[in-house]
């Protein structure tokens, strides 16, 4: 358990926000298997003011994620702090994260992202101007710097506890790392020894093992998962059992994996209808096949199907082919 400002994470595992992913269908089926906290995918300060529709859509909330993080992103300060307003008064969010990581070009292009990682006095500028605006507890997501050159991790780490704010969130990769190498976690042990506010480290976490490790190895308050989660809502489930009792769960049968798979679905349908939600879950269902055997079949057949009715079908035949084979073994 720690707290972020006046909101009690109960435990030390957080889900993390991932572009085109984490929204409400994802998050609540990942907080459904134990999450301390789960964060939203980042929406664009301009679309929260412009009450562009795709924009107001990312910030339903519903009330079984709790506590729960939504993140924003901008490169200008007035337009940022009304985001972050907007979110504060008409939002459920418990927390307002501040994305300072994203390295993808058309978010840095707008001084937004991981280009902040670059000055440390616009990160207090900024991050400050945003919580002298808000009353909900203010964290920051950020990176360990922009490239080997250029790793501000310490500045900026201070520059974010100076200005108020609550939280970081800190992925041990540079920007010019993407998500390409290894994670950095001397870095964010270094960060963790530098600031009194909670941090939680982000990078290559894929078992309960290896989160154990980073958090007894830098004294982190908490841990990040990201990729590991995709299609596999269970790691959070065996982080979080491991951490607190050492015993480490098995993982989930091929029918399990499907059933959990199509629950994600029918949320997905809700937020989005089922033409757009079984587009955006071919790729879920294709995380959720990774490692069944004979999945590549499938995955083509899934690529190419349009109705809740069809995926459903390809899926549970799928299961039963093999629920035969492993009875036949």
Same mark, same amino acid.
């Given at each position: ?83 972050? *307003?907007?979110?504060? %008064? ?6 307002? =994260?501040?994305? $300072?990581?994203?390295? /993808? ?103 309960? *093992?290896?989160?154990? %490790? ?6 982190? =308050?908490?841990? $990040?998962?990201?990729? /590991? ?6 790691i959070i489930y065996q982080v979080v059992k491991y951490l607190e009792t050492g015993e480490l769960v098995t993982n989930p049968s091929p029918k399990e994996k499907i059933d959990v798979c199509l629950l994600h679905m029918d949320r997905l349908i809700k937020l989005k209808g089922e033409k757009i939600a079984i587009m955006e879950m071919r790729k879920h269902a294709a995380w959720y096949l990774k490692g069944l055997k004979g999945n590549a079949k499938v995955r083509r057949k899934i690529n190419e199907t349009e109705t809740r009715g069809n995926l459903t079908d390809i899926l549970y035949s799928f299961a039963e082919v093999l ?7």
């Open positions: 358990m720690f707290q972020i400002g006046d909101i009690t994470i109960p435990n030390r595992v957080v889900l993390a926000p991932m572009a085109g992913v984490s929204n409400y269908a994802f998050r609540l089926t990942v907080k459904e298997f134990g999450a301390g906290l789960v964060c939203a995918e980042m929406v664009n300060d301009k679309g929260i003011n412009n009450k562009n529709e795709k924009s107001m859509n990312m910030l339903y909330i519903d009330e079984d994620e709790m506590p729960m993080s939504l993140q924003i992103f901008g490169g200008a300060k007035d337009s940022l702090v009304q985001a972050a *307003q907007f979110v504060d %008064q008409y939002t459920n969010a418990s927390i307002i =994260d501040i994305n $300072m990581g994203c390295p /993808a070009p058309k978010v840095t292009k707008c001084d937004a992202g991981s280009k902040w990682l670059l000055d440390p006095d616009k990160i207090y500028r900024m991050v400050s101007a945003v919580v002298a605006n808000v009353d909900k507890p203010v964290t920051v997501k950020m990176r360990s710097g922009w490239d080997d050159d250029h790793i501000y991790a310490l500045d900026n780490a201070r520059a974010i506890e100076d200005a108020g704010a609550k939280g970081l969130g800190l992925h041990g990769r540079t920007r010019l790392q993407m998500y390409e190498g290894s994670a950095d976690w001397d870095i964010i042990k270094q960060v963790k020894q530098t600031v009194d506010i909670p941090v939680i480290g982000n990078g290559d976490i894929d078992s309960p *093992q290896v989160a154990k %490790q980073r958090l007894d190895e830098t004294g982190v =308050d908490a841990i $990040m998962i990201g990729r /590991a989660a995709l299609g596999n809502p269970w629920e035969a084979s492993s009875k036949a073994s």
